[in-house]
């Protein structure tokens, strides 16, 4: 196997495919990571939350992280890391037509971006009663790694694929 690295384009190409990523926050010298549905633009990503341990560590330390990948097999495969800055759009300052733009672009990349937060809780009653959150993180820095299968390993891959797909040949 391969690794290299890869451009600015190819990064801004893998985030605007995906949709799901690890957001990394940290608090006290202790790091925290979670699954997120994000939806990409140039220089932010925007989300959307339940009030929970990632909100409360990321109003005290905005800086994050967030990582995106595809990944075709063990030797196959391209992954983004994101560096920025957390800013909740909830606050007084965000008026509701930069709500209303995360909402809009969340709701693009997936139909039921709201479904995955709201999930959590379990109880339909509450969903009413718990606090959401929209925020972005404003990118700072961007790169990317991608691994390409080298001419054995691919022709290895290649006839484990045709064994899997026609047993009896």
């Not at 299968?149 to 290895?156: D, I, L, Q, S, V």
């Not at 064994?163 to 009896?168: D, T």
Request: neutral net charge.
């Amino acid at each position: 196997m391969r690794i290299t690295s890869i451009s600015q384009q190819e990064c801004t190409e893998l985030l605007q495919r995906v949709s799901i990523g690890r957001l990394a926050c940290s608090l006290n010298d202790q790091p925290y990571v979670v699954p997120v549905a994000f939806s990409y633009e140039p220089d932010r990503l925007y989300f959307f939350s339940t009030f929970g341990k990632k909100i409360k560590w990321m109003r005290q330390n905005p800086k994050v992280c967030l990582q995106a990948d595809e990944i075709g097999n063990r030797w196959n495969w391209i992954s983004v890391i994101v560096t920025g800055t957390y800013s909740e759009l909830n606050v007084p300052q965000y008026h509701t037509a930069q709500r209303e733009h995360a909402r809009e672009q969340l709701a693009a990349q997936c139909s039921e971006w709201w479904r995955i937060p709201l999930a959590e809780t379990g109880d339909r009653s509450l969903v009413s009663s718990i606090e959401t959150v929209f925020f972005r993180i404003d990118i700072k820095s961007m790169s990317g790694l991608r691994a390409v299968p080298e001419a054995e390993e691919a022709a290895k891959l290649d006839g484990v694929s045709k064994a899997a797909l026609h047993p009896s040949d």
